[in-house]
Nanobody, 124 residues
Framework: QVQLVESGGGLVQAGGSLRLSCRAS????????MAWFRQAPGKERVFVAG????????YYADFVKGRFTISRDNAENTVYLRMNSLKPEDTAAYYC?????????????????WGRGLQVTVSS
């Protein structure tokens, strides 16, 4: 397992952009598939985006396709989530997750490591 620390959340107006970062501890970051989830108040946590451990494959929930981009920098042990054209319904706590040797990242993947999450609030 790795320890994950998210950063970059905050308050933004609708139509604006944010970039979330998730930094992982340890030396084996390049062997981990990574993902972002989010949880809005009163709702279940849902998958947002994922990237395979090789960084070749990316996966997105339909509600963020074309607006969000996940990427990774293995030299920095960091995965990013670039969020553009933000909407009030994107308001949620966002969580980073990791699981080793993941080539296919899905909502149902059993992730062994989770960050504490951070808040993203989009005002209308």
């Amino acid at each position: 397992q790795v320890q994950l620390v998210e950063s970059g959340g905050g308050l933004v107006q609708a139509g604006g952009s944010l970039r979330l970062s998730c930094r992982a501890s340890g030396r084996a970051f390049s062997t981990y598939g990574m993902a972002w989830f989010r949880q809005a108040p009163g709702k279940e946590r849902v998958f947002v985006a994922g990237v395979s451990f090789r960084g070749v494959r990316t996966y997105y929930a339909d509600f963020v396709k074309g607006r969000f981009t996940i990427s990774r920098d293995n030299a920095e042990n960091t995965v990013y989530l670039r969020m553009n054209s933000l909407k009030p319904e994107d308001t949620a706590a966002y969580y980073c997750a990791a699981e080793q040797w993941l080539d296919v990242v899905e909502a149902r993947t059993d992730f062994g490591s989770w960050g504490r999450g951070l808040q993203v609030t989009v005002s209308s």
